[in-house]
């Protein structure tokens, strides 16, 4: 489930029961139940190699 932030998950009151990732644009929620994996896809870019366009 792709959201814009890792809270967003949480507030419409999803269960976290059957999901094991969530990718979303920035991480938001430091409480976030530890069975959860979150993708920030914000870290992912910055660690690609930059394009010698």
């Not at 920030?40 to 010698?52: D, F, M, T």
Request: aromatic residues 6%; neutral net charge.
């Amino acid at each position: 489930m792709e959201r814009p932030v890792s809270r967003s998950f949480r507030d419409p009151g999803h269960a976290v029961d059957g999901c094991d990732i969530i990718v979303c644009w920035r991480r938001n929620w430091p409480e976030c139940p530890s069975q959860l994996e979150v993708v920030p896809l914000s870290s992912v870019i910055k660690s690609l190699p930059k394009s010698e366009a």
